[in-house]
Structure formats: structure tokens, C-alpha cells
């Protein structure tokens, strides 16, 4: 299984930014997928998911600037964020879920937000 993030960069305070994430080896449609982020010194934190159903759920913190959607035929999830803080400024981690069982995470990407 793999999940690859892509997208992330230095971005200026006030912009928009689109991570994606492509999975392989699962039967991707079946899974909820999820972003998570971590800022130094903080713990991982859920960003937002989207089940097989396509239902969202957001932090509080970025409901209104960020999106996220899926794309079963590429095997790809999205998170567009816009109006972006310098607090949204961490590694982002996808995360694919079936059950505990079948659990899994990307490796990350770095997204910073600078004034």
C-alpha cells in the first residue's frame, strides 16, 4: 500500500493551495480517506475526512476554507485550501481507513504559510 502526497509549498499568507494524495495498492473507493496535519511541537491533528459516500466532516479551524473531495477513478483525494493562516502552516499526512486493521499514512508533504 502507498499513499504519495504532492502539493505542498510556500504559499503567502491570505492564498489558496490544492494538496492531493494518490493511493495504490487498496480498493480505494471503500476506504475513508482523510487529511491529518502536525506543526512543530504539536500533536497530529485530523484536518478533514471524506467517506466512501462522499460525506465531509471538517475541523472546526478550517470549515469554510477547506475543501476536500475524491476522485475514485484516479484513486485520488484533494484538499483545497484557501484564505490560508500562518496556524495552518504543518505537515500535511494523508490517511487511508477501512478499520483499525487497515490503517494507512503517506509520508507527508510541508506546507508554509508566510507573511
Known amino acids: 500500500v502507498q499513499l504519495v502526497e504532492s502539493g505542498g509549498v510556500l504559499v503567502q499568507l491570505g492564498g489558496s493551495l490544492r494538496l492531493s494524495c494518490v493511493a495504490s495498492?487498496?480498493?480505494?473507493?471503500?476506504?475513508?480517506m482523510g487529511w491529518y496535519r502536525q506543526a512543530p511541537g504539536k500533536q497530529r491533528e485530523l484536518v478533514g475526512s471524506?467517506?466512501?459516500?462522499?460525506?465531509?466532516n471538517y475541523a472546526d479551524s478550517v470549515k469554510g476554507r477547506f475543501t476536500i473531495s475524491r476522485d475514485n477513478a484516479k484513486n485520488t483525494v484533494y484538499l483545497q485550501m484557501n484564505s490560508l493562516k500562518s496556524e495552518d502552516t504543518a505537515v500535511y499526512y494523508c490517511?487511508?481507513?477501512?478499520?483499525?486493521?487497515?490503517?494507512?499514512w503517506g509520508q507527508g508533504t510541508q506546507v508554509t504559510v508566510s507573511s
Open positions: 490517511n487511508a481507513r477501512y478499520s483499525y486493521a487497515w490503517d494507512y
Open positions: 471524506i467517506g466512501s459516500d462522499g460525506s465531509t
Open positions: 495498492g487498496i480498493i480505494f473507493n471503500v476506504y475513508t
